[in-house]
């Protein structure tokens, strides 16, 4: 094979991957509008929370502003917002979801 078809393939795989994060991406703040709305916005409306997510963190507060352990949140609202999102494992799926009060 010659160089010039080998660089044109290496191309069209690079095109591909552009193509399947973008998909991927689009999946996910999806899944975080989702999450919000059906998860995030009943519980903390139920509980007097609002809830906050930034660089790569996520927390509940209450109406003094205070913010509330995890330990004291429900195991499986903790559980899935613990989930990470990418391969790499180094951020959880809420600290991509939008604020919440």
Known sequence: MS???LAIAAADFG???EDLKT???RQVEELCSD?????IMPFCESNG???AAGMGDWWFTDSRGITIERETLPSWLV???SESWNMHGTNDI???VEDVG
């Open 15 to 17: 095109r591909d991957l």
């Open 3 to 5: 160089e010039n078809t």
């Open 79 to 81: 559980y899935l917002l």
């Open 49 to 51: 929370y609002k809830f």
């Open 23 to 25: 998909d991927y991406e």
């Open 35 to 39: 999450i919000r709305s059906k998860v």
């Open 94 to 96: 809420g600290s991509l």
